[in-house]
DNA sequence: CTATTGACTACCG
DNA sequence: TCGGTAGCCAATA
């Protein structure tokens, strides 16, 4: 890897933490890394997520809402994905969002 | 170098 | 309660 940013390297690094059957928000990433209006930059560190160990789709809007699933391979497999995790979704919506939230900042 | 875009979030009416 | 707008920052054209 001839030069990655940091961020992302530390985001890949932070979602790659992420209990299994737990979830969190781009901005909650952010925040853990100091770079709380960035969170844009989180889901764009997802992108670039693919070929690692990075459990992207445990990662969703502050809302709880898929909104990346599109950018997986199906249009449904990050739902699969989370519902295979026990993680409850309706429509783009993971459900008990709230309890299922993994906050890094505080684990850490 | 400037403009556009995007897996976001906070604020405002 | 809810929809629209603005602010953010890096990558891409």
């Known amino acids: 890897m001839p ?3 940091h961020f992302f390297d530390k985001c890949h690094e932070v979602a790659r933490q992420i209990p299994y059957g737990r979830v969190t928000s781009y901005g909650a990433i952010a925040r853990y890394l100091g770079a709380t209006k960035s969170a844009r930059m989180v889901g764009y ?3 670039a997520s693919h070929g690692k160990d990075v459990p992207a789709h445990r990662v969703v809007n502050r809302k709880g ?28 919506q993971i459900i008990d969002f709230e309890s299922l939230f993994w906050d890094p900042a505080k684990a850490l």
């Open 65 to 92: 809402l898929l909104t990346g699933k599109h950018h997986f391979e199906g249009t449904n497999l990050m739902q699969q994905l989370l519902e295979s995790e026990g993680i409850k979704v309706e429509g783009n």
């Open 45 to 47: 560190a997802m992108t």
């Open 3 to 5: 030069n990655s940013t």
